[in-house]
């Protein structure tokens, strides 16, 4: 079956006792027994819930691989997986990470005794000499937040490997329809399914994807036992949502793609970062691991920093918020919003994020979007 085949059906069957098409949301707490620990599979919510199964059957399907747990958020399902290591472990991660990734580790997991340790995982040089210090985990964002960074999956893959380092790829900004690390030698995957897998604004979800069947049992174990289990009514929003997927993200790139063309020849503009511009300094190795480009931008203005932050308040079609991944436009500041919990000294280490605006573009008409950014500059 091609993807967007499965987004629709793959774990979407018919209501057995019912023939309903659409799946019912099972909100339950709890599940009648036959006898103490008889039952039929499902015990208490935090748990399993059939719609939290519904959902799992069909990202992993669409990531090419055989195990998916989901989890409340992005950030569950990284604490489920670190839960794995023991005090002393160390994870090797991309410099320019997420800031509630970053957060988590340096605030909460180094109080446990497990470290990170930032590479530049565009080069991979400097990912093998790191990799020989021997990490329990790797962790990739490609592209990267916010400076949309593309690193080398299969290469990644391949040295990990070589080093007996698990893999790990944060996949949220692709999406599973642009990108299968898996496919490519990446040994797990870890999305925010409130992002563009939900597509819509309305959830909050996570989710670990692998081939791993000790992987699969670790993370079903760790949802339940440290209460890092989603809404069955956010599952089944997630598994409505996904269906449209393919649709959604090719418009997202549509339009990303004229806007980034748009803004790279406007004379108040000093940089655009999009994999998909030819500039790019890895735009064939993006070309190559990804079916498009992705839906989002960001930009350094050839502005003072007051005026690129007045311009970014001024928009009409693009809303001023956190997150990304959804049908409307969205444009923040990361280092006023999402990556504000890392310290100027450190977010100085990532590249120069000041004055950085980044776009998360929508679905809506292409060339409204470009008129938008366009009236704004004027």
Request: with cysteine; charged share 25%.
């Amino acid at each position: 079956m091609q993807f967007s085949t499965k987004a629709i059906h793959v774990g979407q069957e018919p209501d057995p006792s019912t023939g309903s098409v659409i799946p019912p949301i099972h909100m339950t707490s709890t599940y009648a027994q036959e006898a103490p620990d008889i039952h039929r599979g499902y015990d208490y919510t935090r748990a399993n819930n059939p719609n939290f199964v519904n959902l799992e059957l069909t990202l992993a399907a669409l990531e090419q691989a055989k195990y998916a747990t989901v989890f409340s958020s992005g950030l569950g399902a990284l604490t489920a997986l670190v839960s794995t290591l023991a005090s002393g472990d160390k994870v090797l991660a991309t410099n320019d990470l997420y800031g509630g990734t970053y957060r988590l580790f340096v605030k909460v997991f180094r109080k446990f005794g497990i470290e990170i340790e930032v590479v530049d995982t565009q080069d991979l040089d400097a990912v093998e000499a790191a990799l020989k210090s021997k990490p329990k985990m790797i962790l990739i964002e490609s592209p990267s937040n916010p400076l949309l960074r593309i690193s080398d999956l299969e290469a990644i893959g391949k040295l990990a490997r070589k080093y007996g380092v698990r893999s790990l790829v944060d996949n949220t900004f692709a999406s599973a329809y642009l990108q299968n690390p898996i496919a490519l030698g990446i040994d797990v995957v870890l999305h925010s399914t409130t992002k563009y897998i939900g597509g819509h604004s309305d959830i909050i979800g996570g989710v670990v994807i692998s081939d791993d069947q000790e992987l699969k049992k670790e993370m079903d174990f760790a949802r339940k036992a440290l209460g890092l289990n989603p809404s069955p009514f956010d599952c089944w929003l997630a598994s409505r949502g996904v269906k449209t997927l393919a649709l959604r993200m090719e418009k997202h790139c549509e339009n990303a793609k004229k806007l980034a063309a748009f803004l790279a020849n406007h004379k108040s503009v000093k940089k655009v970062y999009y994999p998909g511009l030819a500039d790019h300094p890895l735009h064939a190795v993006a070309k190559k691991q990804m079916r498009h480009f992705g839906g989002m931008i960001s930009v350094q203005f050839d502005m003072e920093l007051e005026k690129a932050l007045k311009l970014a308040s001024s928009l009409k079609l693009f809303t001023l918020a956190e997150s990304l991944g959804g049908v409307e436009s969205l444009v923040g500041y990361p280092s006023a919003m999402t990556h504000a919990s890392i310290p100027e000294k450190d977010r100085s280490k990532i590249g120069n994020l000041e004055g950085i605006i980044r776009f998360s573009v929508g679905i809506e008409d292409g060339n409204d979007l470009v008129e938008d950014v366009k009236m704004a500059l004027e």
